[in-house]
């Protein structure tokens, strides 16, 4: 009987049964399939429509569904999303298909993915691949994926939408998913013996570490006995029977040994992958070369290799001849004989070659015996080498990327039958948190389960024990630490390691009616491990009495199994009904069982506990008791917990404590209060108790109960006497006491443990009170503690329970009589013997600043108390290393008896983990306040956590959130501006992972597009500008859309000419063209400056081709609109006239792609046009993409093709932007690709290649933007001689020598970029000589060097003889001096480069050159540019400037060249101009402004003076044009308006002398005073001013198709220059842009002090190296500030996600925009008187304040006084103040705080406070304010703490002065008994902190008079004075 009552009482039920049908198998039957497919393709669609067609379709359907069923397979796992929703995910296959679905309680499964493939499915599964990042610190990305294997390749599909395909090299038998990626296994198959020779196996098992990686082989290190052993695991009886992630192990099975094997599996080591491929074949042991091989393990068994021709390695090499090709370079040993053969693998195999060609797949294999001819002829003996064969250099070894390693292996004594392979393995964990490796060997029906741990010091695993459970299957329920196994008779039972727990009964089916007796699991006799020789460690125990006890294993030998299979096949019972089968897809707690009718059932295993206290309360327990007895805890609390009709939710506490203190000994049913917890129940006291009555009807005795318990009481009673205030009667609960007392079970489990328990409960109920939603936990805690306090005369805690529950603990009053002898057999821990810890009484003694004891902690379990115990150390205690090194002194961590050795290197590793991430985020500097707040954040603390937290205690916390909000650091991360509550940062922090297409590209946010009003607007190709931006920097005028006028080259011109009365109509027509012709010179060169105006401000989508404007060169004549054509053939027009037109088209196109945006290689190809006409367009296009940075996604076959074409303006193009995107990056590839367009970079030797003239040009440009700033000293030689290349015989170099030259000098220029002197081994060339010489012309040297040979001979058509052609070589040599001694004031170089200061000198020189002169002149002496007129007439000559003075006066002596003169003059100061553009560039400072204005303003007078004449208009007008392109460098981004009306009177200038160039100028000018929509700006660095000199060379092309000085295509590259410094303020809760103050502060520098301006955003920046902060200014927004002096990065990154700066508005401010002057704000009238606005302040005021719901309806319903609140009106009238104060200030999250404070005083008053919790906080709270710590608490107003205290004082002494008596009652120990006094008593205790009696005693020094009495006394005595 006894047995069965246990069978009884152990047993749980299952939950929530199901029937379970693979969601993916109903999905397949609606799936269009693959033959359904196939038949669409064959028959017609009319026939396929028609009735048989039909009908065929559906049969063939039919046939499908019936095969599939018998080839299904699925797979089941948890996933969860990312708001931590749990769900299962399905992974279903049949046929063809893989269905992925995924569902959860509460959403039905659907389909997530479904995949149909093109032949059978073999296998499909999930795999994570790690794609390395290149970064340092950047953690790797993880790839989620789907495999889908076939029997040739595996499909990948990761969740990010990347889809591989890799070929199989051989036949797979398995897959298996790894931590580091694909395992698969080799299909082995057997070779006929007779035709193949023996040889070394091929591996066996090979891993993919990414789709795209090559497969390698894995390599295996085994542990012999006397050695350790490396080589390829190739040993074909090896089966892979189980991977795990985590810890990475797999698990082998020897087929021929009949053992299973684990390994550990990692990345191979370098060392290793070296030792596998020289290892010999013999692949003897690595330590000692020359043992024996018999001493090889067992494991792998090695053959030596013959070396015969038939191996097919040599087949393959033979075959392959074909197919390798040769590399030289790659070296390999590939067939030295002493290598093995898997060195030879090489990486060039296809696969998926069909079988008659050797492939890849073979080798792998070994199936081809087909031994050729050739091979004896080349491989005649074992020894002989290929080392004359070219081909077989190639062969390079594949290096193994994954080694596994020996851990443990089965021995061999358990089971040496075949066939036991385990057909199941998995890995569970108990209770306690042991592991365990299970695998279950079916043949045996036995689950053999082996303890595993991981060692300390290394991260070995080391496995211990084989426990061997009888079993017929079993499946792990990870969520619950447990594993559920169906044993032979059928019954299912639930263990938790390899502790059996319970049977688990189902509802509803039928389990056997009889069971075996002995169902113990046995253990075998530990043997020897290979690996680890620990012994078993499983206690052996004789059987507990206890009924429903655990039982764990108990070491029996009996014939059980040979009983059970006889009973398995007897028994008719299984026919009968249907019996669980098998399990199959265990997911956190639910199983599914699979029946012998063949259906399942999906149910799920209970929870260990539910209640969040009962859950923490059994942390706690196991945290602190002995494992094995811990684990018997656990177990009996599962089975009480979830026997079959369990308890509710709400019971669940209840039946704990019952459980609990019945292990502990105790009698629950004679203690009142616990006899009673069953019916405490919030609704109703009538409740089923636990055990079922005898009878249905009930009795008399039911009734009694009910009215003796504590419920009834409370209900009848109280309010009763509450009424008549009598004396209350206690609960009728002593009956008992007086028959006898109540005493304990010595013998019970938990007896000796009682106080250790106690006080980690103790230690729980601390952690829960700082919790305000744990209270009511900490209170149904508090009637466990007290009753145990009591029993174990713990006076100390059963006072402080007493203080914190006043009422609630009075009702108790039993105590269990626990004897001496009895204490004596508990382990009393030293911990109890001090105070009782409390952990408010520790914070409060901080606060009055005493000395305070290390606060018991429990490590994991207490872990808010960790933090507010070191947040107090740190910030009120101001210990800056509590929370690293100090730890110790705050904390001390609790251990329990059996963890001391586990507990301490844990502390150690603990305290060095604590002391690395708290170091890590704060830095050293910094106040206490943010130290606070970024340990918070990195330990995981949020803003809801602090809401959780007591308002006292967390007023502290709140202070340093308040003063860091105020002053926040710019760098600290998201999580951290999160708790501060500033949203402005968090978002600003708020890294974006992708450019993505809305959310962040800064201001896309906002944008829609604008609302265009004429429909052919949209072509001009200028729409995409921020309007919201623009219209905040310039909101007085419509600057912007003047610009859109200027620019846009879209709509037909208006061509206006007056028709003569004498002019014929033909005439007219013809001067309408001509007239048309002179405007479209003005119309093509419009591209390059609205380039520069849209610059980066469109984000293209990806399917939709580039929007490109059209050039439009039509035109229309008023009044009758009439059309003109440049086609009509009455006019002359150049031919080609609008091919480079065009490509500045695509250029300005391409430019308006943002460099963040999202351009693929597919898309550039995409955008090709498809017809001839617009390929120059394309061309430009290529050169944006390159110029933003885009082009180097392009593959290099693409650009291959491009260039292939031979089309010049795309090898332009892509050769310009190619090296501009790899910008001094010295990319090998790109330089091949230059050199092939250079001859002089080609070997003398090669063939002449017709590469076009300007091709060259840019490719010669391309090396210099390559090279740039490296000093490379080949490129340079080669540049410099290329500068002077003289032209050749046969007419080749010789037109356009000019554009040659420059580029050649700008490239060595930007190659030397700003070296000067330094320049490293490059002394011997004399490149400053050699330039100068360049420069002034003089005897040519002789060519050095490789191309000598090219210029033996002179040109037959130019004569220029030995000398320099100095027209040719000068400005190339001068810009190149300027560009290699840039900013380097190198005055002796500068002086090179004066203007000659006589007459004579003056002839010789060209007047532009002069011009280069002094511009080069200036850059190099850079420091002493100065913004003012006098400096730039300061670089004109002494001759010049005394006769340009004064040639009206005196006759001018007849040698001086008066135009000479005036021209050179012209120049030099046009010169000066463009140096003081270059040196403020961007900058737009006013001094340089003014003065090169009023340059611009001289220059124009003079084209209409006489003067004109004598300098020529010509010479004037280019001067003109560089000084206005000088003023719009400067202004560049600003769009200053008078810049804007100069380039607006030359836009409308079409006559003259102003042709294609000069309009170029004039709109590069307007271009960059716009660039990039005002956002962008230009910077000086050195690099910048290298691509504004080739932008800007002062040589603009007469003609549109003229490049004979200055390549067009270059004046694109001053996009090279551009930066963003555009700062927009976004206000973060509207996300619009708005204005914002900001003060910028400078660096210090030679010229001018640290200076701060004021400027409002949004503003341009000036260039980040001279600033040294930027703030943003209140009053209306939250300050906030971002150092520059530390470093760049930060501003750099919000410039560059287009300058979006968030900014929070304060509260009752209003926005800049809708307030300019702040008279608006609510805050601004009468801040004086404070008393009269806590009056004028109306509840509907508060919604300009605040935007918060809560706020605004909490001043809805409080704060508005209604018709029935007449008398509370007080209430409202405080509840408004508060609420204005919060506001107001800033601090609505002190509203609570407020409230809470007032309610506390309220209930104290009325004296009716139960609980003293309230009164704590309130005494912290006043502590903190009086403390040293806080001088100003900024967080409680001035006036409402101090009436607060008062009340409270108040009350308290009135209490005293009527209770003294109750006072001394207490201190002399005497019992009380009135409910309120004693509530009152607590509360004044803890009010004015009275240590508890024992303390007091403690503290007693005198022995006259003592400390009772001091109190006594003195408080009477002040009481007395008081009232």
């Given at each position: 009987?006894?047995?069965?009552y246990?069978?009884r ?23 269009p399939n ?12 009319s026939?396929l429509?028609?009735s ?6 559906v049969?063939?359907?039919?046939e ?19 708001d931590?929703?749990?769900y299962?995910?399905?992974?279903y ?10 569902g ?16 059978p499915v ?11 990042q ?22 990948v ?13 051989f036949?797979?038998s398995?897959l ?25 196996p091929l ?10 990686d090559?497969i ?18 190739s ?20 087929t021929?040994?009949?053992?299973h094997t ?7 080591t370098p ?10 074949d013999q ?8 043992a ?6 067992t494991h792998?068994?090695n ?7 038939a191996s097919p390695l040599h ?7 074909s197919?390798?090709p040769?590399?030289p370079?790659?070296?390999?040993r ?21 079988a008659p060609?050797?492939?890849?797949a073979q ?15 080349i ?8 080392n004359?064969?070219a081909?077989?250099?190639e062969?390079e070894p594949?290096?193994?990327?994954l080694?596994?390693e020996?851990?443990?292996?089965e021995?061999s004594a ?22 365990y490796?299970c695998?279950l ?6 689950l ?5 741990l991981e ?6 695993l ?5 426990t061997?459970?009888?079993?017929k ?6 969520d ?12 299912l039972?639930?263990?938790t390691?390899?502790?059996r ?17 002995n169902h113990?699991?046995q ?9 680890t020789?620990?012994?078993?460690t499983?206690q052996?125990?004789?059987r507990?009495?206890?009924?429903g006890?655990?039982?764990p294993?108990l ?10 299979s ?12 249907p019996h669980?089968h098998t399990?199959?897809?265990?997911v956190?707690?639910?199983v ?10 999906r ?22 008791l ?9 177990v009996?609390w599962?089975n009480?917990?979830?026997?079959p009709g ?14 609990l203190?019945t ?5 629950t ?9 069953h ?5 109703s ?13 009930g009795s ?10 504590d419920?009834?009481?409370q209900?009848s ?5 509450a009424?008549q205030?009598?004396?209350p009667v206690?609960?009728?609960g002593?009956v ?6 109540l005493g304990?079970e ?6 000796p ?18 919790d ?16 145990l306090?009591?029993d ?10 007493w ?7 009075k ?14 057999l ?5 911990f109890l ?7 408010f ?8 600043g ?10 994991g379990?207490?872990?808010r ?6 947040s ?27 963890k001391?050795n586990?507990s ?7 305290l060095?983990f ?12 910094g106040?206490?306040?943010e130290?606070?707040v970024?340990w918070?954040?990195?330990?995981g603390?949020?803003?809801k ?20 909000r ?5 760098d ?10 500033r ?8 890294k974006?992972?992708?450019?993505n297409?809305?959310?962040t590209?800064?201001l896309?946010?906002m944008l ?5 009003s004429?429909?052919d ?5 200028m729409?995409?500008l921020h ?17 859109r ?10 061509v ?24 479209c010179?003005?119309?093509?060169a ?14 293209p989508?990806?399917t939709?081709?580039?929007p ?11 009044p ?7 086609n ?9 006239m ?12 391409g ?5 963040a945006?999202q ?12 017809s ?5 367009e ?8 390159g110029?933003n940075g885009?082009l180097?996604?392009?593959a ?6 491009y260039?292939t074409?031979g089309h010049?303006?795309?090898s332009i193009?892509?050769l310009l ?5 790899k ?5 090998m ?19 002449e290649?017709?590469?076009p ?5 840019a ?7 390559i ?5 490379h000293?080949?490129n ?11 032209p050749?015989?046969?007419?080749e ?20 970029l ?6 490293i ?7 400053p ?9 003089g005897?040519r040297r002789?060519h050095a060097g ?8 002179p040109?037959?058509?130019?004569k220029e ?7 040719v070589t ?16 190198n005055?002796?170089?500068a ?9 004579f000198?003056?002839?010789?020189i ?10 080069a ?5 850079w420091?002493?540019i ?5 400096w730039v007439?300061?670089?004109v000559?002494?001759i ?5 003075g ?6 001018i ?8 003169l ?8 046009a010169?000066?101009c463009?140096a ?12 340089a ?7 611009a303003?001289?220059?124009m007078?003079?084209?209409t ?9 010509y010479?004037?007008?280019t ?10 460098m400067v202004?560049?981004?600003s ?5 804007l ?25 307007l271009?960059?005073l ?5 956002r ?26 003229d490049?004979?000085?200055h390549?067009?295509a270059?004046?694109h ?5 551009a ?13 619009k ?8 502060t ?10 701060t ?7 341009m920046?000036p260039?980040l190296?001279?600033?040294?902060r930027i ?19 930060h501003?750099?990154s919000?410039?560059s ?11 009752g ?8 002057q702040?008279?608006k ?9 404070r008393?009269?606005e806590v ?6 005021a ?12 909490f001043?809805?319903?409080f ?7 007449k ?15 919060c506001v107001t200030q ?18 104290l008053?009325?004296g009716?406070?139960?609980e003293?919790?309230?009164l ?7 502590e903190?304010?009086e403390?040293?710590v806080?001088t ?6 001035s ?5 607060m205290k ?13 209770n003294?008596h ?13 409910d309120?006094?004693?509530?009152m ?15 007091m005693?403690a503290?007693d ?11 006594t006394?003195g ?9």
């Open positions: 009987m006894s047995h069965v246990e069978e009482a152990t047993m749980i039920a299952a939950g929530e049964l199901q029937s379970f049908v693979p969601f993916g198998r109903e999905h397949c039957k609606n799936h693959a033959v359904n497919l196939q038949l669409r393709q064959l028959q017609p669609a026939e429509w028609s048989d067609g039909a009908a065929g379709l049969g063939s359907l039919q499908v569904t019936l095969q599939e069923r018998e080839k299904e397979r699925w797979q089941l796992r948890k996933g969860t999303a990312p931590e929703v749990e299962e995910e399905e992974l296959v049949a046929g063809n298909m893989v269905i992925w679905s995924r959860s309680k509460n959403q039905a499964s659907y389909v997530y993915k479904a995949f149909t493939v093109d032949s073999q296998q499909a599964l999930w795999c994570n691949f790690t794609v390395p290149s970064k340092k610190n950047v953690k790797d990305v993880v790839e989620q994926t789907v495999c889908i294997v076939q029997s040739t390749c595996v499909n599909h990761s969740m990010s939408g990347k889809d591989f395909m890799s070929p199989l090299p036949q797979v398995a298996w998913s790894t931590k580091f990626g694909l395992l698969l296994e080799r299909k082995n198959i057997i070779v006929d013996g007779n035709i193949s020779p023996i040889r070394e591996p066996t098992l090979f891993s993919m570490l990414h789709p795209l090559e390698a082989p894995v390599v295996c290190k085994s542990t012999g006995l006397f050695e350790s052993r490396l080589q390829y695991v040993d074909s009886a090896l089966r892979v029977v189980f991977t795990c992630h985590e810890p990475s192990i797999i698990m082998t099975y020897d021929q040994q009949c053992t684990v390994w550990t599996l990692r990345k191979a060392e290793e992958q070296t030792t596998v491929l020289k290892c010999p692949a003897g042991p690595v330590h000692t070369p020359n024996a091989p018999s001493l090889l393990s792998l068994r053959v030596t290799r013959l070396d015969s021709p087949c393959h090499v033979l075959h392959n001849q197919r390798i040769a590399s370079g790659l070296h390999s590939a067939h030295s004989p002493s290598i093995s053969n898997m060195a030879a693998l090489s990486r060039a195999h296809s696969p998926g070659i069909a060609s050797f492939s890849g080798r792998f294999n070994m199936s081809c015996h087909t031994p050729s001819p050739r091979g004896h002829s491989l005649t003996s074992p020894n002989s080498t290929l004359d064969t081909l077989l250099q062969m594949i290096l193994p990327d080694c596994i020996q851990l443990w292996t021995t358990i089971s040496r039958e075949k066939g036991c392979q385990a057909s199941k393995v998995f890995i569970t964990s108990d209770l306690c948190e042991n592991r490796l695998f060997v079916e043949s045996h029906q036995q053999r389960c082996v303890k595993f060692s300390n010091e290394t991260s070995q080391i496995f211990a024990s084989v061997v459970i009888t079993a299957d079993a499946a792990p329920l990870e619950i630490h447990t594993m559920l196994v169906l044993e032979a008779n059928g019954s039972v639930l263990y390691g390899v502790t727990v319970s049977k688990v009964f189902i509802p509803g089916l039928l389990s056997p009616t009889f069971s075996v007796q113990q699991p253990l075998s006799t530990p043997l020897e491990n290979i690996s020789p620990a012994r078993a499983v052996h125990m004789s507990l009495e206890e009924v006890m655990p039982s294993v070491e029996v030998r009996s014939s059980s199994q040979h009983h059970e006889s009973w398995l096949e007897d028994t008719p019972f299984q026919q009968a009904a669980i399990f199959r897809d265990p956190s707690n639910r599914t069982l699979e029946l012998s009718s063949g259906s399942m059932l149910i799920t295993i209970p929870e260990v506990a539910t209640s969040e206290l009962v859950k923490r309360c059994l942390q706690a327990i196991r945290f602190i002995p494992k094995d007895t811990a684990m018997k805890v656990l009996k599962y009480s917990y979830n026997a369990g308890p509710s939710m709400h019971l669940e506490w209840n039946l704990f404590v019952t459980c203190m292990m502990m000994g105790y009698n049913e004679r203690l009142t209060w616990t006899r009673n917890l019916f405490e129940v919030p609704l006291p009538v409740i089923a108790p636990k055990k079922a009555r005898p009878a249905d009807t008399d005795e039911d009734w009694g109960y009910l009215r003796c318990s419920y009834h009481w209900v009673m109280q309010p009763a006497l009424v205030g009598l004396e206690w609960p009728p002593g008992d006491n007086h028959q006898s007392a304990l010595s013998s019970a489990m938990l007896f443990h009682i106080p250790v328990l106690f006080y980690v409960l103790h230690l729980l109920y601390e952690d829960l009170k700082l305000e939603l744990q209270r009511s936990g900490a209170r149904a805690l508090v009637g466990l503690l007290q009753q306090a009591k174990l005369q713990l006076e100390d805690f059963i006072d402080l329970y203080r914190d529950y006043p009422s609630f603990i009702t108790f009053k039993e105590a269990c009589v626990i004897d001496q002898a009895q204490m004596e508990m382990t009393w821990p030293v013997d001090g105070e009782a810890p409390c952990v009484s520790w914070l409060s003694r901080c606060l009055r005493q000395d305070v004891t290390p606060f018991p902690c429990l490590p379990i207490c872990e108390t960790k933090l507010l115990v070191l107090y150390a740190l910030y009120v205690v101001g210990d800056e290393d509590a929370i690293s090194t100090n730890m110790l002194k705050y904390l001390s961590r609790l251990s329990a008896g059996q001391k586990t301490d290197p844990f502390l150690r590793r603990y060095w604590m002391i690395i991430s708290s170091v890590k985020p704060a830095p050293s500097s106040s206490l306040a130290k606070l970024v918070l954040t990195s330990a603390f949020t803003l956590d602090l809401e959780s937290v007591p308002f006292g205690v967390a007023l502290p916390i709140r202070d340093a959130i308040y003063q860091c105020e002053h926040p650091c710019s600290w991360s998201e999580e951290v501006c999160a708790l501060i509550g949203q402005d940062l968090t978002k600003q922090a708020h974006v992972t992708l450019a297409r809305k959310s590209v800064g896309n946010v829609e597009p604008p609302v265009t004429e429909a607007e949209e072509e001009d190709g729409t995409d309007p919201e931006v623009t219209g905040l920097i310039w909101s007085q005028d419509l600057r912007v859309q003047e610009v006028r200027l620019l846009q080259s879209s709509r037909p011109i208006r206006n000419v007056p028709h003569l009365p004498e002019v014929s109509d033909h005439e007219y027509i013809e001067e309408k063209e001509n007239k048309l012709l002179q405007l010179q003005r119309t093509m419009l591209p390059v400056g609205r380039g520069l105006f849209t610059l980066f401000s469109y984000h989508v990806p939709e081709p580039l490109v404007p059209k050039l439009n060169l039509t035109g229309r004549a008023p009758r609109n009439t059309m003109v054509d440049l009509s053939g009455n006019i002359d027009v150049p031919p080609n609008t091919c480079w037109p065009s490509f500045h088209n695509g250029v300005a196109a430019l308006k792609i943002a460099p945006s351009v693929e290689s597919a898309w550039i190809a995409y955008n090709k046009p498809k001839a006409d617009l390929a120059n394309y061309a430009g296009f290529l050169m944006a993409l110029l885009h180097t996604k392009l290099t076959l693409n650009i291959h093709d260039l074409k010049e303006m795309t193009g892509l932007g190619v090296s501009a995107a910008l001094g990056t010295m990319d590839s790109i330089t091949r690709l230059l050199s092939i367009h250079i001859p002089a970079l080609l070997p003398p030797t090669s063939t290649l017709d590469v003239h300007s091709v060259q040009v490719a010669v440009v391309g090396i210099g933007l090279y740039q700033g490296t000093g000293r080949h340079a030689e080669v540049l410099l001689a290329e500068i002077g290349r003289p050749g015989p046969e007419m170099y010789c037109t356009d020598r000019e554009s040659y030259s420059l580029a050649a000098g700008l490239a060595l220029g930007m190659v030397c700003g070296h000067g002197s330094n320049l081994g490059m002394t011997d060339l004399n490149v000589e050699q330039l100068y010489q360049y420069m002034v012309g005897h002789m490789i191309n000598r040979e090219k210029h033996k001979s040109s037959y058509q130019i003889g030995d000398t320099i052609n100095v027209d000068c400005p190339g040599a001068t810009l190149a001096l300027a560009m290699i001694y840039l900013k380097t004031n005055r002796s170089v002086d090179w480069l004066k203007a000659p200061d006589t007459m000198l003056l002839d010789f060209k007047p532009e050159f002069l011009l280069l002169r002094t511009l002149r200036c850059l190099i002496m420091d002493e100065f913004p003012n007129a006098d007439t300061s670089n000559p002494q010049i400037q005394e006769n340009i004064n040639q009206e006066q005196t006759s002596s007849e040698d001086l060249n008066m135009e000479t005036v021209q050179a003059h012209d120049y030099i100061i010169g000066g463009l003081v553009g270059f040196r403020f560039a961007g900058s737009a400072n006013s001094d402004f003014d003065c090169l204005y009023k340059f303003r001289n220059f007078q003079c084209l003076t006489s003067t004109a004449t004598v300098t020529g208009q010479n004037l007008q001067c003109l044009s560089m000084v206005l392109l000088a003023v719009s202004m560049a981004g769009g200053n308006l008078k810049v009306q100069l380039c607006r009177f030359f836009h409308k200038r079409t006559f003259g002398e102003m042709n294609y160039g000069f309009h170029m100028a004039h709109h590069m000018a271009g960059l716009f660039l990039g929509g005002g962008y700006t230009l910077s000086t660095s050195n690099s910048a001013i290298a691509a504004l000199l080739c932008a800007l060379y002062p040589h603009f092309p007469a003609h549109s198709t490049n004979r000085y390549l067009q270059l004046r590259l001053a996009v090279l220059a930066e963003p410094r555009l700062l927009v303020p976004v206000d973060v809760d509207t996300l842009p708005c204005y914002a103050l900001l003060d910028v400078y660096r210090e520098t030679q010229w001018y002090e640290e200076t301006v004021e400027l409002m955003a949004p503003t920046l260039e190296h001279l600033l040294k703030k943003v200014k209140g009053p209306r927004y939250w300050e906030l500030n971002i150092d520059i002096s530390k470093g760049t990065q501003l750099q919000i410039l996600k287009d300058g979006v700066l968030y900014v929070k508005l304060r509260a401010q209003l926005p800049y925009k809708d307030d300019p702040g008279w704000s609510l805050l601004a009238p009468n801040l004086n008187s008393s009269a009056h004028t302040f109306k509840p509907e508060i919604s300009t304040f605040t935007s918060d719901a809560a706020l605004v309806s001043a809805e319903y704060c508005r006084a209604s018709e029935n609140m008398h509370k009106q007080e209430t409202v009238a405080l509840l408004s103040a508060i609420l204005y104060e800033e601090y609505p999250e002190m509203l609570p705080t407020h409230i809470s404070i007032d309610q506390a005083v309220r209930t008053e009325r009716d406070l139960c003293t919790f309230s704590w906080q309130m005494k912290l709270v006043l903190l304010c403390s040293r806080l100003d608490c900024l967080l409680l107003s006036e409402f703490l101090p009436v008062s009340s409270a004082d108040r009350a308290l002494d009135r209490w005293l002065c009527d003294s109750v006072l001394q009652a207490y201190l002399r120990r005497q019992s009380m008994n009135n309120t006094d004693v509530s008593l607590a509360c004044f205790l803890v009010y004015h902190s009275i240590p508890s009696l024992k303390n005693v503290s020094l005198e022995g006259t008079i003592t400390l009772k009495q001091k109190l006394t408080l009477l005595r002040k009481r007395g004075s008081s009232c």
